[in-house]
């Protein structure tokens, strides 16, 4: 150990706890920096293994009729180093299910031949059993195992043939197919081919049935043969290959004709980018049709196509430059006052021959020391705080992403660790580099007269001469004089000093301020998104039951589903059921607008008396407490353009749009609670409940943002700008012919620009429709006072909508309909034992009596639904998030909080010497106090605002990444962390003061006067 290196160690022993907090700080950018990018590289990890699990590693896939060209293609794939591996599927044949077996298993059987490493390529492994050998066993879809009663052994025999398109009856010509590849996260144009009578359908082509899907074809089976199998396994993942248009696959190994459509899978090496793993393929299989794996690539590092993705991109950027930045910070500071401190030191060094390189190098050498110590125990803390954090919440994060089978680990990745290291290395050494070279250039006679360490500029030096000049003194002494007295003054001379000290210190505090308002940003946008995606809110209930009724079919000609049964028209109306005449239960005759809207009105208040009832009967259940009720239907409104926020002005958004008379046309919904629940809402927005009573001016509740997402991006919506009045249709008449239905389309605006407009419509006889202008039509509104735009949706309406969302009281159904006649019915329960399951299963039986004994209505559908794995999987994204960033806040708090304490501390202990020779001349104790205390104060005031403004920059490049996942965000500060910062940052500058006048105080006025610092 040479001499630089000897006197390099002493000084870090003979500080211990500046070496201590030094180490600490070091140590936290590290785990953080490690934290941060474990987790990125642990969840991508974990979705490369889900996606593969699930879907198979395959990365291009060729679908294209079999024929020797394309076997000569495979050939040559198969023998080309750059790819990895392959697998291929082949359809052998379809074959036709029973009724009873369509309704498990879909429509048809696709069986399809496999060759190759089908189970790591394309994730087609057994549940139970084995995969085929040859082309007379098979593996099944395991819900013919469930469902079909099959079991492993079984022979099983179809008739299988190939599918034929034909034309239906009376239809002529031909059309167009394509592929289903949009919906397994995969990428390809559109597989254009064209299907005439006759043509055979392969597996990428959907069943074809012309009554369903409007279509000029139908298809049957031809040329069918008896084959028979041996059950050999079962699967139970679903993925891309096992997934086709016409059913589920049943996998044999061989059988397939010679021309069979064929699907070519295959892995390649050595591409970098989508557009190289599309070459490659394109070079393999020239003039065939490709589809990509996208989702397996955006995994592999391939391909980075989502939003989301870039989301996560920038935030780990952002956050990692925000921890080389506060790592900076506070070993610049720990070594700047080293430096600063033991300057004495260094011009002895240079009196006795010391070179700068040596006396540069010793600095240097510090910090190399501190690095060595603190990055080791930084990557441990990281890395063990990811184990702990995954190890808790990493079966929640499995669930969430819907591969429970695939656990959520932690990914110890060697270039992370690589990365981080390196990183807060160089992080050290750039730290270090100024005040090394300060240490350096550091002159023998200042340094042995010990005034270095007290040295003014030329500029605080008069400005301090002018403060304490005769003609001054007993000028006005400032505020803080005046308030603080003698201590006030000198704190506001040694200010004017210029001493780099206090502007270390306010540079602490402002990047402390930075470090947590970052945290509060991160935790405020991220929240908001997690709120969009989950759709803003939890389901009232654990347990909710659903239906709508048939208005034009009465009970005794009704059909029903789920648990509901056909009424035999004996059934005879309770006491408290709805039981209106016949008369009400059909749609209004031709006749007035005023009167069709004075019909449907009646009906659909016939309608909430029966679901009224219908709660009341299910909230008698055992076990079941209500939480309450809601009715939904739809709205046709008009409103100003003032009122109308963007989501609602822009065509695009689909939900609107600005008509030719300058309003604002929209399709939104009115959501009925019941009352009570409306009653609690209105009260906690300040409304008098009773003002949403009157018939003859109607009130109601708007949300102010809606939530959305448009396939590319979430979306988080402005609906309303301010309250005002809207007009909704409640009736269109044409020639006095009720119209059955009001769509949506464009007509010519201003200045021949496309304009929003209702399209209102009559049912011909021929099942056809006739358009006419709303302009031509007879039309019946209602107005509609918004009195008050909330920001929260009520509990019982759940998740709110994208559009226009009117919440009035259930008691409002009773007059006003808003043109409907077919509302939708939402009840809500709690358990009251915790057994939903069973609660969900009673209610579903307590309410198919209801509307088969007491409605008059037929149902047009009924439903139960247990919410309970819903409310627990929005809990469990919202825990995920809040704990990610409740940990990332406590370690850039420790971060700011050990910077602010070194900064402060060692500020005052340099100071020694000039707070003895204060008390040296008389300075009493609490004239002392009160000179630090104003320093103190002068050093927040000057932290806090330069910290705000690099917080207001920091949050502003958040917002920008995470709204790339999302339009709509409005940028805001998290106040409440404003708050939280600026008492962290006095508690810590307290405790700093408090440390520093305690190593002040214990020295001897005579010896600190002799000695320097150290």
Same mark, same amino acid.
């Given at each position: 150990?040479?001499?630089?290196?000897?006197?390099?160690?002493?000084?870090?022993?003979?500080?211990?706890?500046?070496?201590?907090?030094?180490?600490?700080?070091?140590?936290?950018?590290?785990?953080?920096?490690?934290?941060?990018?474990?987790?990125?590289?642990?969840?991508?990890?974990?979705?490369?293994?889900?996606?593969?699990?699930?879907?198979?590693?395959?990365?291009?896939?060729?679908?294209?009729?079999?024929?020797?060209?394309?076997?000569?293609?495979?050939?040559?794939?198969?023998?080309?180093?750059?790819?990895?591996?392959?697998?291929?599927?082949?359809?052998?044949?379809?074959?036709?299910?029973?009724?009873?077996?369509?309704?498990?298993?879909?429509?048809?059987?696709?069986?399809?031949?496999?060759?190759?490493?089908?189970?790591?390529?394309?994730?087609?492994?057994?549940?139970?059993?084995?995969?085929?050998?040859?082309?007379?066993?098979?593996?099944?879809?395991?819900?013919?195992?469930?469902?079909?009663?099959?079991?492993?052994?079984?022979?099983?025999?179809?008739?299988?043939?190939?599918?034929?398109?034909?034309?239906?009856?009376?239809?002529?010509?031909?059309?167009?197919?394509?592929?289903?590849?949009?919906?397994?996260?995969?990428?390809?144009?559109?597989?254009?081919?064209?299907?005439?009578?006759?043509?055979?359908?392969?597996?990428?082509?959907?069943?074809?049935?012309?009554?369903?899907?409007?279509?000029?074809?139908?298809?049957?089976?031809?040329?069918?043969?008896?084959? $028979?199998?041996?059950?050999?396994?079962?699967?139970?993942?679903?993925?891309?290959?096992?997934?086709?248009?016409?059913?589920?696959?049943?996998?044999?190994?061989?059988?397939? +004709?010679?021309?069979?459509? $064929?699907?070519?899978?295959?892995?390649?090496?050595?591409?970098?980018?989508?557009?190289?793993?599309?070459?490659?393929?394109?070079?393999?299989?020239?003039?065939?049709?490709?589809?990509?794996?996208?989702?397996?690539?955006?995994?592999?590092?391939?391909?980075?196509?989502?939003?989301?993705?870039?989301?996560?991109?920038?935030?780990?950027?952002?956050?990692?430059?925000?921890?080389?930045?506060?790592?900076?910070?506070?070993?610049?500071?720990?070594?700047?006052?080293?430096?600063?401190?033991?300057?004495?030191?260094?011009?002895?060094?240079?009196?006795?021959?010391? /070179?700068?390189?040596?006396?540069?190098?010793?600095?240097?050498?510090?910090?190399?020391?501190?690095?060595?110590?603190?990055?080791?125990?930084?990557?441990?803390?990281?890395?063990?705080?990811?184990?702990?954090?995954?190890?808790?919440? *990493?079966?929640?994060?499995?669930?969430?992403?819907?591969?429970?089978?695939?656990?959520?680990?932690?990914?110890?990745?060697?270039?992370?660790?690589?990365?981080?290291?390196?990183?807060?290395?160089?992080?050290?050494?750039?730290?270090?580099?100024?005040?090394?070279?300060?240490?350096?250039?550091?002159?023998?006679?200042?340094?042995?007269?010990?005034?270095?360490?007290?040295?003014?500029?030329?500029?605080?030096?008069?400005?301090?001469?002018?403060?304490?000049?005769?003609?001054?003194?007993?000028?006005?002494?400032?505020?803080?004089?005046?308030?603080?007295?003698?201590?006030?003054?000198?704190?506001?001379?040694?200010?004017?000093? *210029?001493?780099?000290?206090?502007?270390?210190?306010?540079?602490?505090?402002?990047?402390?301020?930075?470090?947590?308002?970052?945290?509060?940003?991160?935790?405020?946008?991220?929240?908001?998104?997690?709120?969009?995606?989950?759709?803003?809110?939890?389901?009232?209930?654990?347990? *909710? %039951?659903?239906?709508?009724?048939?208005?034009?079919?009465?009970?005794?000609?009704?059909?029903?589903?789920?648990?509901?049964?056909?009424?035999?028209?004996?059934?005879?109306?309770?006491?408290? +059921?709805?039981?209106?005449?016949?008369?009400?239960?059909?749609?209004?005759?031709?006749?007035?607008?005023?009167?069709?809207?004075?019909?449907?009105?009646?009906?659909?208040? !016939?309608?909430?008396?029966?679901?009224?009832?219908?709660?009341?009967?299910?909230? @008698?259940?055992?076990?079941? @407490?209500?939480?309450?009720?809601?009715?939904?239907?739809?709205?046709?409104?008009?409103?100003?353009?003032?009122?109308?926020?963007?989501?609602?002005?822009?065509?695009?958004?689909?939900?609107?749009?600005?008509?030719?008379?300058?309003?604002? *046309?929209?399709?939104?919904?009115?959501?009925?609670?019941?009352?009570?629940?409306?009653?609690?809402?209105?009260?906690?927005?300040?409304?008098?409940?009773?003002?949403?009573?009157?018939?003859?001016?109607?009130?109601?509740?708007?949300?102010?943002?809606?939530?959305?997402?448009?396939?590319?991006?979430?979306?988080?919506?402005?609906?309303?700008?301010?309250?005002?009045?809207?007009?909704?249709?409640?009736?269109?008449?044409?020639?006095?012919?009720?119209?059955?239905?009001?769509?949506?389309?464009?007509?010519?605006?201003?200045?021949?620009?496309?304009?929003?407009?209702?399209?209102?419509?009559?049912?011909?006889?021929?099942?056809?429709?006739?358009?006419?202008?709303?302009?031509?039509?007879?039309?019946?509104?209602? !107005?509609?006072?918004?009195?008050?735009?909330?920001?929260?949706?009520?509990?019982?309406?759940?998740?709110?909508?994208?559009?226009?969302?009117?919440?009035?009281?259930?008691?409002?159904?009773?007059?006003?309909?808003?043109?409907?006649?077919?509302?939708?019915?939402?009840?809500?329960?709690?358990?009251?034992?915790?057994?939903?399951?069973?609660?969900?299963?009673?209610?579903?039986?307590?309410?198919?009596?209801?509307?088969?004994?007491?409605?008059?209505?037929?149902?047009?559908?009924?439903?139960?639904?247990?919410?309970?794995?819903?409310?627990? /999987?929005?809990?469990?994204?919202? $825990?995920?998030?809040?704990?990610?960033?409740?940990?990332?806040?406590?370690?850039?708090?420790?971060?700011?909080?050990?910077?602010?304490?070194?900064? %402060?501390?060692?500020?005052?202990?340099?100071?020694?010497?000039?707070?003895?020779?204060?008390?040296?001349?008389?300075?009493?104790?609490?004239?002392?106090?009160?000179?630090?205390?104003?320093?103190?104060?002068?050093?927040?005031?000057?932290?806090?605002?330069?910290?705000?403004?690099?917080?207001?920059?920091? /949050?502003?490049?958040?917002?920008?990444?995470?709204?790339?996942?999302?339009?709509?965000?409005?940028?805001?500060?998290?106040?409440?962390?404003?708050?939280?910062?600026?008492?962290?940052?006095?508690?810590?500058?307290?405790?700093?003061?408090?440390?520093?006048?305690?190593?002040?105080?214990?020295?001897?006025?005579?010896?600190?006067?002799?000695?320097?610092?150290?």
């Amino acid at each position: 150990m040479n001499a630089t290196t000897n006197f390099t160690v002493k000084s870090l022993r003979a500080n211990k706890v500046r070496t201590l907090v030094t180490i600490a700080g070091v140590a936290l950018a590290a785990a953080l920096l490690t934290a941060v990018l474990t987790t990125y590289v642990s969840l991508n990890d974990y979705l490369y293994r889900s996606e593969a699990h699930l879907a198979g590693t395959w990365m291009a896939c060729v679908e294209a009729d079999g024929s020797s060209a394309l076997d000569e293609k495979i050939a040559d794939a198969q023998a080309d180093p750059q790819v990895a591996g392959t697998a291929i599927m082949r359809d052998v044949g379809f074959a036709k299910l029973t009724a009873d077996q369509q309704n498990t298993q879909g429509t048809y059987l696709a069986i399809r031949s496999i060759e190759g490493d089908v189970g790591d390529i394309c994730g087609i492994a057994p549940s139970e059993g084995r995969l085929p050998e040859n082309d007379h066993e098979i593996m099944l879809f395991s819900t013919w195992n469930d469902y079909g009663g099959v079991n492993l052994g079984d022979t099983v025999t179809f008739d299988v043939g190939q599918r034929v398109a034909r034309l239906a009856p009376g239809e002529e010509g031909s059309m167009s197919a394509g592929t289903m590849t949009a919906s397994w996260g995969v990428q390809g144009e559109a597989h254009e081919s064209e299907i005439t009578d006759g043509t055979p359908l392969n597996s990428s082509m959907g069943v074809l049935e012309a009554d369903i899907d409007g279509g000029i074809f139908n298809e049957d089976i031809t040329n069918t043969e008896e084959s $028979t199998y041996t059950v050999v396994g079962f699967y139970d993942r679903p993925g891309y290959a096992l997934s086709t248009a016409a059913g589920m696959v049943g996998v044999t190994a061989g059988g397939a +004709a010679p021309d069979a459509f $064929t699907d070519v899978f295959f892995t390649l090496n050595d591409v970098a980018n989508t557009q190289q793993v599309e070459e490659a393929a394109e070079a393999l299989f020239p003039d065939e049709h490709v589809v990509l794996h996208t989702a397996m690539l955006r995994y592999m590092g391939v391909s980075s196509d989502s939003s989301i993705w870039a989301t996560f991109y920038g935030l780990v950027v952002v956050l990692a430059a925000v921890i080389v930045v506060a790592c900076v910070s506070l070993i610049f500071n720990a070594f700047n006052i080293s430096v600063a401190e033991r300057i004495k030191q260094f011009g002895l060094l240079s009196s006795v021959g010391a /070179s700068r390189r040596q006396l540069r190098r010793a600095v240097v050498l510090e910090g190399a020391i501190v690095a060595v110590i603190g990055i080791p125990c930084g990557l441990l803390i990281g890395l063990a705080g990811c184990a702990a954090t995954f190890a808790a919440l *990493g079966p929640a994060i499995s669930q969430l992403a819907g591969s429970g089978e695939v656990a959520f680990r932690v990914a110890v990745n060697g270039w992370v660790l690589a990365a981080a290291s390196v990183l807060t290395f160089v992080t050290v050494l750039v730290s270090v580099w100024i005040p090394a070279k300060r240490a350096s250039r550091t002159n023998i006679i200042d340094s042995l007269r010990a005034a270095s360490g007290s040295r003014v500029s030329k500029r605080g030096a008069a400005r301090a001469a002018k403060c304490t000049g005769a003609s001054s003194l007993w000028k006005a002494r400032g505020a803080a004089g005046c308030v603080l007295g003698v201590g006030g003054m000198l704190a506001r001379i040694n200010r004017k000093r *210029g001493t780099g000290k206090g502007r270390a210190a306010s540079v602490s505090l402002a990047l402390a301020i930075v470090l947590l308002m970052t945290a509060g940003s991160l935790n405020v946008f991220l929240g908001t998104l997690t709120d969009v995606v989950t759709g803003g809110g939890e389901m009232a209930g654990e347990v *909710g %039951v659903m239906a709508q009724l048939d208005a034009e079919t009465p009970q005794d000609a009704g059909t029903v589903d789920g648990n509901a049964q056909v009424s035999d028209g004996s059934a005879t109306g309770a006491e408290g +059921a709805a039981t209106p005449d016949a008369a009400a239960t059909q749609p209004a005759a031709p006749t007035t607008p005023e009167a069709v809207a004075a019909a449907n009105n009646e009906l659909f208040a !016939s309608q909430a008396k029966v679901f009224a009832g219908a709660f009341q009967d299910l909230s @008698q259940v055992a076990g079941a @407490q209500p939480v309450g009720w809601k009715m939904g239907t739809g709205l046709y409104a008009m409103l100003p353009e003032a009122m109308a926020g963007e989501a609602l002005v822009d065509q695009e958004n689909g939900m609107g749009g600005k008509m030719a008379d300058g309003r604002v *046309g929209t399709v939104g919904s009115v959501a009925y609670l019941d009352d009570a629940a409306f009653d609690d809402y209105a009260k906690s927005l300040g409304l008098d409940p009773a003002d949403f009573r009157d018939p003859a001016h109607l009130r109601a509740i708007v949300l102010a943002q809606g939530y959305g997402n448009n396939g590319s991006v979430y979306q988080l919506l402005n609906v309303l700008r301010e309250p005002g009045t809207l007009e909704a249709l409640t009736a269109v008449t044409y020639h006095g012919e009720p119209a059955a239905g009001i769509g949506v389309g464009a007509t010519s605006g201003e200045g021949n620009a496309e304009a929003f407009a209702f399209q209102p419509y009559l049912e011909g006889d021929d099942d056809g429709v006739e358009w006419f202008p709303l302009e031509e039509a007879e039309v019946q509104t209602v !107005s509609v006072e918004v009195v008050a735009l909330a920001e929260e949706a009520p509990a019982i309406a759940s998740a709110r909508g994208e559009g226009l969302q009117l919440i009035v009281p259930e008691s409002m159904a009773a007059y006003q309909g808003f043109g409907s006649t077919s509302p939708i019915f939402y009840s809500y329960f709690d358990s009251a034992d915790g057994d939903h399951g069973a609660l969900a299963e009673e209610l579903a039986t307590a309410g198919s009596a209801y509307f088969h004994d007491k409605s008059p209505y037929g149902l047009a559908f009924y439903s139960f639904n247990d919410y309970i794995e819903q409310r627990d /999987s929005n809990q469990m994204i919202a $825990t995920v998030v809040n704990v990610f960033c409740l940990l990332f806040a406590v370690i850039l708090a420790l971060i700011a909080m050990a910077n602010v304490f070194n900064t %402060v501390t060692n500020s005052l202990i340099l100071r020694r010497r000039e707070f003895a020779v204060m008390k040296s001349v008389g300075l009493s104790n609490r004239q002392f106090r009160a000179m630090v205390a104003e320093e103190c104060v002068a050093w927040c005031v000057r932290g806090l605002v330069p910290g705000v403004l690099l917080s207001l920059f920091v /949050s502003f490049l958040l917002w920008q990444v995470i709204s790339g996942s999302m339009t709509g965000l409005p940028f805001t500060l998290p106040w409440s962390y404003v708050a939280l910062a600026a008492a962290m940052t006095v508690v810590a500058v307290g405790a700093s003061v408090a440390y520093g006048m305690h190593r002040c105080r214990a020295d001897n006025v005579v010896e600190a006067l002799r000695v320097d610092a150290v």
